[in-house]
């Protein structure tokens, strides 16, 4: 994905009801050893959950390394 790539990913609960915000970011230069990626997570009021370098994010979409840490079909 080129810098500034943004990613959101909608959370809900099994009742359909939004349970937070998942953004992935990429930043060319901020976090090297995850290819950039700054993670930030929200309530669905806006209160940052958690944001930067989220070690629960890195390490579940290290999983996806390969293709630069997303779930998606591969990238070229």
């Known amino acids: 994905?080129?810098?500034g790539s943004i990613i959101i990913?909608?959370?809900y609960m099994p009742d359909k009801t939004l349970a937070a915000l998942t953004v992935m970011y990429k930043e060319k230069g901020y976090d090297p050893a995850h290819n950039g990626w700054f993670w930030a997570k929200y309530s669905p009021t806006g209160e940052v959950r958690a944001e930067g370098k989220v070690g629960m994010c890195n390490d579940c979409h290290g999983k996806q390394k390969d293709n630069?840490?997303?779930?998606t079909g591969p990238l070229k």
Not at 68 to 71: H, K, Q, R, S
């Open 68 to 71: 630069d840490y997303t779930f």
């Open 9 to 11: 990913k909608e959370n």
């Open 1 to 3: 994905m080129p810098d």
